[in-house]
């Protein structure tokens, strides 16, 4: 399963900024970010997370999600491109368990995780 | 100042929120959701659902909708939200919860430790999310604050 996202623009996260109630201005005024070393600003982990989120519901019915849980292993620029991607790692005791990533174009894996599912994905 | 870890343990206030179907609506806007079922109230029902759901990782954001009155952890460790990076994140869930549902959020900071000679410092903290009495979900949630002082 993937989930191919559009380019991360500053109306992205200043959107999910508002959604998502996270304000932290490291992602969403230059000032702010410049102030703490950094080129600019960055994604959120939890867009990302959000994204790969929405990969699962769009294959697994929300109610049999059973856990959910992610490493952020690198920070996702601004205009970046990412794909999140799920894969079946095994089926044991009546649960699906996945392994999921989200890399960007370049091949950074910007995060890493599992999920566990009640029952099989749908044929 | 590098975090005591005599705070492992310390609970946050609890505090309640309603979960509203205008900041489902945004939030899916806001993540290119178009599943109707986020955010029309007759397609969730058609879909068996009592109301919008609940996406699975919009807990973290109810997590943040305490009481202008009570301190976050970044606030309540006196840490500068600028060297801030979010490390893990995980959720278990035990119940579908959905848009009209009244959330109860109780928070225990239940590890502080350092890596790298004090350069990078972890806080994890456990939340569970009560609803009338029940277990909804659960929270796991690991922050990394960077202290460029400690690296030099």
């Given at each position: ?62 109610e049999r999600i059973r856990s959910y849980s992610v490493r952020f292993t690198s ?49 | ?75 309540l460790l006196s840490i500068d939200i600028r060297h801030v990076l979010h490390g ?65």
């Open positions: 399963m993937k989930l191919k996202l559009p380019k991360i623009t500053r109306t992205t996260l200043a959107l999910y900024a508002g959604a998502s109630g996270d304000h932290n201005p490291m992602h969403i005024d230059l000032d702010v970010a410049k102030s703490a070393g950094m080129d600019d600003v960055f994604a959120h982990g939890m867009l990302s997370m959000a994204y790969l989120g929405r990969l699962l519901t769009a294959n697994v019915p929300q920070i996702t620029p601004l205009y970046a491109e990412p794909t999140a991607t799920a894969q079946v790692t095994k089926v044991e005791d009546g649960l699906t368990h996945l392994d999921l990533t989200m890399e960007l174009a370049d091949g950074t894996v910007t995060l890493r995780g599992t999920a566990v599912i009640e029952g099989e994905l749908a044929a | 100042m590098p975090i005591d870890p005599q705070v492992i343990g310390t609970e946050l206030p609890e505090f309640t929120v309603d979960v509203e179907r205008g900041r489902l609506r945004f939030f899916a806007k806001a993540i290119g959701e178009s599943n109707p079922v986020c955010a029309d109230v007759d397609a969730a029902k058609a879909a068996g659902h009592r109301d919008l759901p609940v996406p699975p990782t919009f807990f973290f954001c109810l997590e943040m909708e305490r009481p202008a009155d009570h301190p976050s952890l970044v606030e893990e994140q995980g959720f278990t869930y035990h119940a579908p919860v959905h848009a009209g549902d009244r959330l109860t959020f109780r928070t225990k900071i239940t590890d502080v430790y350092s890596k790298k000679g004090g350069a990078l410092e972890f806080v994890v903290r456990s939340t569970e999310v009560i609803r009338g009495g029940e277990l909804v979900a659960e929270l796991h949630n690991s922050l990394v604050v960077r202290n460029p002082e400690a690296a030099k």
